[in-house]
C-alpha cells in the first residue's frame, strides 16, 4: 500500500472514529447533561439520539426511574419525650436534570444522603409533636402524607427530585419505654374489661328487672282474666240457680237441703248439736218428704 494511500486510510478511521464519539444516544430510563469544559451548555438531554463536540464535550448520564432509599435508623422523641427509633425508605426520581447536577455533582450517594438529611429533620419535627399513642396508632399515615409533602416541596426547589413517597418500615421502642408502655396498655385493657363487665352486670339487672316486672304485670292481668271469669261463672250460677227457683221453689230448696246434708254427714269426726225439730232436719222428719 503506497504511502499516500494509508494517509486516506488512516483519515477515514480517525473520520469515523470522530464520527462515533460525536454520537450519543439516551434511552427511555435516562436523562442527561452535556458539559463543554466541565460548564453545562445542556440541561435536560431527553431519550434519543444526540450530537456532541468529540473530546470538548461531556455526557453525565442518569437513572430517570424511581430511586429506592433505605433511611438508617434514627432515634426520635415524641411529645411526652418518650423516644421511639424509626425505620423508614423514601421512593423518589429525578425531575429537574439541570438542578439536581448542580446540586450533587450527579452524585447519586450525595443526592441520597441530602434526603435523608432533610427527610430526619421532619419527622424529627412532626414526632416531637405527637404522643406515643399517635405515632404507633393510625397518625402514622396521615404523619406520612404530610412528611411526604413537606419533603418534596423542598427536595424539588434544593435538589431537583421529585419525592413519590415517604414510609415508616417499623417503630420499635427503647426497652425501659416498651416496659412502661406494656403496663399502660395492660392496664388500659383491665380498666376496659372492667367497664364491660360492670356494663354487662348493669344491662343484666335491667334485664332481670324488667322480666321480674313482666312476670308481675302477667300474673295482675291472669289474676285479674281469672277473676272475671270466676264472677261471669258465679253470675252464671246464680241466674241458673235463681231459675230453677222460679220454677220450682219447693223442689229447689229439696235439693239445697240434701246438698246441705251431704256436706254436714261427710266427716264421722264432727259433732253437730241440732235441736230434733229444726228445719234442718225438715226433710228427714217430714214422712211424707214434704
Known amino acids: ?14 473520520a469515523l472514529i470522530v464520527a462515533w464519539s460525536s454520537l450519543f444516544v439516551i434511552s427511555e430510563r435516562e436523562r442527561a447533561v452535556q458539559l463543554r469544559f466541565g460548564q453545562l451548555v445542556k440541561d435536560d438531554i431527553q431519550p434519543g439520539l444526540h450530537i456532541k463536540i468529540p473530546f470538548v464535550d461531556n455526557v ?25 427509633i424509626v425505620d423508614s425508605y423514601i421512593k423518589w426520581r429525578i425531575d429537574d436534570v439541570s438542578r439536581f447536577y448542580r446540586a450533587t455533582a450527579g452524585d447519586l450517594f450525595r443526592a441520597n444522603t441530602l434526603l435523608s ?32 409533602n413537606e419533603l418534596n416541596s423542598v427536595a424539588r426547589d434544593e435538589l431537583g427530585v421529585t419525592v413519590i413517597d415517604v414510609r415508616v418500615k417499623k417503630i420499635d421502642l427503647p426497652p425501659q419505654v416498651s416496659d412502661s408502655v406494656y ?26 328487672a324488667n322480666a321480674d316486672r313482666e312476670q ?21 250460677a246464680a241466674e241458673i240457680y235463681a231459675k230453677a227457683f222460679r220454677q220450682d221453689p219447693e223442689f229447689y230448696a229439696f235439693t239445697r237441703s240434701l246438698e246441705a246434708y251431704r256436706k254436714s ?26
Open 265 to 290: 254427714f261427710n266427716s264421722t269426726g264432727d259433732i253437730m248439736l241440732l235441736e230434733p225439730d229444726s228445719d234442718f232436719f225438715n226433710y228427714l222428719n217430714n214422712k211424707s218428704g214434704k
Open 117 to 148: 438529611q432533610r427527610a430526619e429533620s421532619r419527622m424529627r419535627n412532626k414526632f416531637g409533636a405527637l404522643t406515643l399513642n399517635e405515632v404507633v396508632s393510625g397518625q402514622r399515615d396521615r404523619l406520612m402524607n404530610e412528611i411526604t
Open 1 to 14: 500500500m503506497s504511502q499516500k494511500g494509508f494517509s486516506a486510510l488512516l483519515i477515514g478511521l480517525v
Open 183 to 208: 403496663e399502660r396498655m395492660s392496664s388500659e385493657r383491665d380498666k376496659e374489661a372492667q367497664e364491660y363487665r360492670s356494663k354487662g352486670l348493669e344491662m343484666a339487672e335491667g334485664i332481670r
Open 60 to 84: 453525565r448520564v442518569f437513572d430517570a426511574r424511581l430511586q429506592n432509599l433505605e433511611v438508617p435508623s434514627e432515634r426520635f422523641l415524641t411529645l411526652e419525650q418518650k423516644a421511639v
Open 216 to 236: 308481675r304485670v302477667i300474673m295482675a292481668n291472669a289474676y285479674r282474666d281469672a277473676e272475671m271469669i270466676r264472677g261471669d261463672g258465679d253470675a252464671k
